[in-house]
């Protein structure tokens, strides 16, 4: 975002760059769980993408939900770019292609999720109803190429897209025409990070089969179940990946430092304005060498900057970001932070996770993740782990220990019920065999004749 903002201090020595994570320590009665979501944005007769301006695109929609909620719009230069809640912190952002992102609040449990998300969804669909803009909860938009899908004016993505063109092949795609679910989630120490960080990465695949909503692109099946988990395989490997180093012995806050130290720039922002440092090395900022600010030295705000330009399966910052997912219906967007609490936020659950994971090599970490976008559930579970033939069958042992994780934190509604009922997609996911793509591929070759045309009625949200 660019707009003012109050002086940040200058990074004195390596001891602040690590302390921008540590700060993120809490007691665990401080922990909470935020979720953010991505939705595509469509209008009808004729079905196209929507653009920034005019009476019926993405501005308006902005102030539509303004208005609405009395939430207060950021800027970038003239145009706004997102909106803030200035009570419970929390926001809606947009993404390059204009996809729709709300940035949950910190909950205390996942019953505040969920009716956080219902009241978004609520007002979304209120205003975008009087301009014709519907909203649509897949990986990938199914249609359009890049080219066709408008950019929002953000300065970011103004960097970032020549960029990612040079470093990948599908850094664009990425940008333009894919959408997520995210869980946040906190921790209590460096250990207690570094615990949640291994299961999370090791067990990123798994989430990322149970839902895989991808599986069409440019008009037709992919020939992948996630094509957004495909997409991140050839984005930029500098900056995404599982994190082999996060399973070394040392394992810290300063060797992520180190690890983010060596990510590529993209931008410094000065005075409200973006400045393209694509490509240059943060090290060389420390130092006062970054060309297009000699002898200027970094703040701790550019530092907190540059760790959200790293896009790995699991991100660290003040906070766990996990990153696996494809975007859903309004009940996945649950069901992922209910699969990550269940999983990290219980004792037991933790200890009987890392059980399962610990024994992985680098090797078999990674050969999932470059299977799990194609073969989903059906990818073989690598290595000399026999208790379990393909990743459906872990995600049966998985979801387990999530559902008893979220049964012992006991956090109830005014039912009675626990957080597990959250579980309830991922487990008729396990039941029927297929993935949400699988069931998506099913009607495109039956009932919908090889048009994909219709999810964007049985997908819409």
């Given at each position: ?171 664009t795609s990425m940008m333009f025409r894919s959408a997520t679910i995210q869980a946040n989630l906190d921790f209590s120490s460096e250990a207690d990070m570094v ?84 490509g240059e090395s943060f090290r060389a900022f420390l130092e006062g060498r970054l060309p297009q600010l000699p002898g200027e030295k970094p703040t701790v705000k ?70 799990v976008p194609r073969l989903g559930l059906q990818t073989p579970v690598p290595g000399n782990d026999l208790r379990f033939g393909t990743v459906g069958d872990l ?67």
């Amino acid at each position: 975002m660019a707009g003012a903002s109050s002086p940040s201090p200058l990074i004195e020595s390596r001891a602040d760059l690590i302390e921008a994570l540590e700060r993120g320590c809490k007691p665990k009665d401080q922990w909470r769980v935020g979720t953010e979501h991505e939705k595509h944005v469509f209008h009808r007769n004729p079905l196209r993408p929507v653009t920034y301006d005019g009476a019926d695109g993405v501005h308006a929609l902005l102030d539509g939900v303004e208005a609405e909620t009395g939430w207060h719009p950021f800027f970038d230069g003239e145009n706004p770019i997102g909106l803030r809640n200035l009570g419970p912190s929390g926001g809606i952002s947009l993404e390059p292609g204009g996809q729709f992102e709300l940035s949950g609040a910190p909950m205390v449990s996942l019953h505040d999720t969920a009716l956080e998300t219902a009241e978004h969804m609520a007002v979304s669909r209120k205003i975008g109803s009087r301009l014709g803009i519907h909203f649509l909860g897949l990986g990938a938009t199914p249609l359009w190429s890049v080219a066709e899908i408008p950019a929002m004016p953000k300065s970011r993505y103004g960097i970032m897209k020549p960029y990612m063109e040079k470093v990948g092949t599908l850094g664009t795609s990425m940008m333009f025409r894919s959408a997520t679910i995210q869980a946040n989630l906190d921790f209590s120490s460096e250990a207690d990070m570094v615990r949640k960080l291994r299961v999370s990465v090791a067990l990123q695949p798994v989430a990322t089969a149970l839902f895989a909503n991808s599986p069409f692109i440019d008009g037709k099946d992919s020939g992948f179940l996630s094509f957004r988990s495909h997409i991140w395989l050839n984005t930029d490997a500098a900056r995404t990946g599982m994190l082999p180093f996060a399973f070394e012995e040392g394992m810290s806050f300063e060797r992520y430092v180190d690890y983010a130290l060596d990510v590529p720039m993209y931008f410094v922002i000065r005075n409200g304005q973006y400045v393209n440092v694509a490509g240059e090395s943060f090290r060389a900022f420390l130092e006062g060498r970054l060309p297009q600010l000699p002898g200027e030295k970094p703040t701790v705000k550019d530092w907190e900057d540059h760790l959200s330009t790293l896009f790995p399966e699991v991100r660290l910052k003040q906070f766990l970001e996990m990153r696996g997912a494809d975007m859903g219906d309004e009940a996945a967007i649950t069901a992922l932070p209910a699969f990550w609490v269940g999983l990290l936020y219980d004792d037991i659950a933790l200890e009987e996770a890392w059980e399962l994971v610990k024994d992985w090599t680098e090797f078999d970490r990674q050969a999932m993740r470059n299977e799990v976008p194609r073969l989903g559930l059906q990818t073989p579970v690598p290595g000399n782990d026999l208790r379990f033939g393909t990743v459906g069958d872990l995600a049966r042992e998985v979801v387990g220990i999530a559902s008893a994780g979220l049964a012992r934190r006991a956090r109830v509604n005014a039912l009675g019920k626990d957080e597990s009922i959250y579980l309830a997609p991922l487990e008729e996911t396990l039941r029927l065999g297929k993935t949400p793509a699988e069931r998506w591929l099913d009607l495109y070759r039956t009932e919908w004749n090889g048009d994909v045309r219709p999810i964007f009625d049985a997908a819409e949200m």
